[in-house]
């Protein structure tokens, strides 16, 4: 029989105190430690040491509509202070980011609602948010103006048409990743209104984006890092292109932390363990993985909040 | 066409700043709205609503395990500090609320174990916390001597028998609210451990649970009710408890919040949206429901802090 | 390396032949043996072993609102069969059993509606079935007529309360269970229409209903068991009391399939592993254990229409 | 106060017959017609409709690890009848038709195991499936040899490279299409195997896949659609860029159908409702559209037996 003594560290029940901050909050919950609270803590103690390794590269993977739910400038921030070295993204996401930089917002809409009716009243939604036509308008302006500024003939891969994007942008995603040098990638570009806009274009044009030439980039990065590291927002192809990335290598991630609200039954890849992910050696076997299963509007604030601060307060 | 300015609130990008407290946080979550973040925060501004209602009465739903993981505390706090006229539980969470007031621990563990071993080590998991069959070897003996002082032949309700239970304890939820004189209702008591704990002293003692005997005095607080609030962790027969203690009444609930991690389509009341319950009257056509589909042992912790953040605030 | 050879069986891809019957289709999901399609399929195989099992009791738990969605038939025809040995429920499905019972229908709506003129229209709604409050005047009509036939002054356990209304139905759950002489437990009736009912009923008579009296006939039988098997459709207090009911025997359950939506993460006892049942020694450890994530108004008429034609089939 | 009659379309209880068909279990979930039982069933009707009306062009969307749970046959199949005008995939389920298409299995293995001995073994893991290195050594070996037959210096569509792979393949998805003319679209083909063995091919070679040249021909289809429908096995890549096909048209989509595990309430495009993609255009106004939440290695086998039942009725 197992004594009381030898089970391990108790369940500490949350305390909390009016005005505590949110890594007070964060490290209340990791000292009670379980279900999705737990792993939170965990995911950003993770988090932080995968930051503060400076001889890892630091992956960070953009999937859901997050942009459109107001997240898009944490991840901005996040790369303004240097926590991200290579960024992959849906297209929607990136479509967003330059809808919020060339002026526009999203708004505060409900999901109760006659989508026939917004429909007439020429408004998109995206479950509770809601998006005028009006600003695909000037998305269309903005984007057939900077593509027309792409040498006829060339031949470019969807990062470098990403950063020439985010070089005529002031704010957001692509417009910092530019400015700081950090390469964004979108494997299914096509799938997205930049997609969409780039068929237009190349209607009358003659240049060929081609899908591989980001991969020799990427790949020579993952041969070259000492230790690599990945955060996850979402699923979908960014969580895999990043996973499968370190394949090729000898090496895998060291760090991985993925929020998500699909789960791992049903057998796709968004919703997978990060264990999952050892057998196949994209992540290492001593990697240190955390997976919080929530909806990321909540957990990917409050987990960056709580980074921000400690990483703050060990500077002072 | 509906131009950008008749779009309502734009969805304003969540800012973060290093050492912000829970409640600014909660704050920027709400000024983005979207998704479960915004509902998240539009959960706190109708809780705080709620508590400062002095004419509202305010039921308290818990199911879920979630003493297990810490979240006991938080709950004795809230009744503690008065925010709570009326709790019903799960017997699980009762049960491991006497485990922890006893003196005994849960422990932090995985669910990445084999539970056949588990079993030979005598450590029972809730998903990943473990717990000692030692505890349950203490419960038995203090669950037995408080049964043990019941007068024979007497007829109780559960409530009476919660608070006997209560008075005999110092700390947690049901000795905060015996001692605070708040009823705590458990229409499945059998369904617990305390349950096999009654059947066990009822083999050889002669006092009868009456299971309806609650009734009366909670349906009177109903009828005498000016407003009545819920704020619901989980489903279970907690929420449709209290929802449905006021369909007997003229009223329904005015305010109502839910923290739940299942879904609608499911047809299941634990995952049933609040307008569902308008439609039976449960709650009234005006009331304010919000509902929040997410893990609670990060959604009821980062809520609770930022409703007590706010209050001390008003408070000073 | 390990070699093909040595990896188990393959994954035969499924094959689909025009008017195959269910039980091909589940054989053919069987032979694939994947996600939830392949527990599905080893959830038939193993609730046909548990049924043919003579020497074990069958306990049949019943979550979730499944008799408004048109799956209380099921339930009847297999106790009418002998399948079913012991049945937990919640008490919402037996209330909706009363109604169907006494020529009340439910109706197929939509969960895109207005609640608020749902509420107007006197229209109850469950997801997306409606039920009339006419109903309800109906099912007061019988019950209390039901409850006044009970003897003033008595003491009833809750599967007498049950089997006295189902003495005077004809049809569905109750009739069926009451006429094969199969108990039907629900800890909770208090939490449904039936509580309410006998509430008010309770204004003016004097029958106790022993909240306890229930356990010593339901824990006799199981400490009589030779074997023991659970099928549970969703979880709450039916799958809790039906998995704590051999806690108090040295056995425990050797068969078990849960039918669920829930998922183990969030810590609670629904979407809980059937393994971690094996940790509190609710399972044997040789227990064969499956769970099937999905949806049980598709999982169930599926199993249980190849459980029926395989049990048919070795019949002829 | 609404009359009972006035309610619509009574829930008839599903009755169950041994041995009765696919097709006859799937009318028994239309008549009870509740949660999503009822969805399927209307989802079959639905599909029915979209594959007998020879004006529309029927778009297939295959995301999630439908291939290794041995769910390709059923698409190779439904190409092969001819009920797929468009397929979109993923470029994991390519990778896995080809791996089957070659000789190699995939394995029923479990998920309850160690992924550090799995990797020792050389086994990789997608949730209960194993599959061995041994494949991708094989997978290698043809891809390249496939590769190595493209003409130096050209420049390709992802659908021609698509095709020129499954002409040198007999059975499965790939060759099927191939073989039948019907293009397959993989919008993000470098995340994937498929895109690591192009990785390796292009740096010794010099052979451009353009990222948008599938995009006219795919425009050019949609906008020469009377009609167009969908069925969507799960989200991701697939589901948008099916979707978004038809938004530079005047027209939407006038059926669809989605299988999805996911959830509207995360804001992501997988988990979204059809209904929102009204308000886009993506859906004509009158659009019919389903969702059945639940695993699709249940709903697609059930859905599409019935499917072929139905039309081979039909067709006698």
Chains 1, 2, 3, 4 share one sequence.
């Not at 939604?125 to 593509?147: C, G, H, K």
């Not at 068929?199 to 984006?209: A, D, E, G, K, M």
């Not at 409050?302 to 500077?315: D, G, I, P, V, W």
Request: hydrophobic fraction near 45%; glycine fraction near 10%; charged fraction near 20%.
């Amino acid at each position: 029989m197992i004594h009381v003594m030898d089970c391990g560290t108790p369940v500490k029940p949350v305390a909390l105190r009016p005005g505590m901050t949110v890594s007070d909050l964060v490290d209340a919950l990791g000292r009670a430690g379980a279900y999705n609270g737990g792993s939170l803590a965990r995911g950003v103690d993770l988090w932080e040491r995968m930051v503060r390794d400076e001889e890892a590269v630091r992956f960070f993977g953009l999937a859901g509509a997050m942009v459109p739910a107001g997240m898009g400038g944490i991840v901005a921030d996040l790369i303004e202070r240097g926590h991200i070295d290579v960024l992959v993204s849906t297209g929607a996401n990136l479509t967003h980011d330059v809808i919020e930089a060339i002026g526009c917002s999203h708004y505060r809409g409900t999901a109760a609602c006659s989508d026939i009716e917004l429909r007439h009243d020429e408004i998109n939604r995206i479950y509770d948010v809601f998006l005028p036509n009006e600003a695909f308008v000037r998305f269309e302006a903005f984007m057939q103006e900077a593509f027309e500024a792409l040498p006829e003939g060339s031949v470019l891969s969807i990062s470098d048409l990403l950063r020439h994007i985010g070089l005529r942008l002031e704010t957001g995603i692509l417009a910092t990743a530019a400015r700081k040098g950090i390469p964004v990638y979108c494997p299914a570009i096509q799938d997205s209104m930049i997609g969409l806009q780039y068929w237009l274009f190349s209607q009358t044009h003659r240049v060929v984006i081609d899908a591989f030439r980001d991969m020799p980039g990427l790949l020579d990065r993952c041969f070259g890092a000492k230790r690599a590291g990945a955060f996850l927002v979402g699923g979908g192809v960014p969580k895999n292109y990043i996973l499968q990335s370190m394949l090729m290598t000898e090496n895998g991630f060291t760090y991985a932390v993925q929020l998500t609200g699909d789960r791992p039954d049903l057998g796709g890849l968004s919703g997978a363990t990060l264990d999952e992910a050892r057998s196949w050696g994209k992540l290492t076997e001593e990697a240190e993985a955390v997976t919080v299963y929530a909806d990321a509007t909540i957990t990917f604030p409050l987990m960056a909040a709580a980074l921000l601060e400690r990483l703050e307060a060990s500077h002072d």
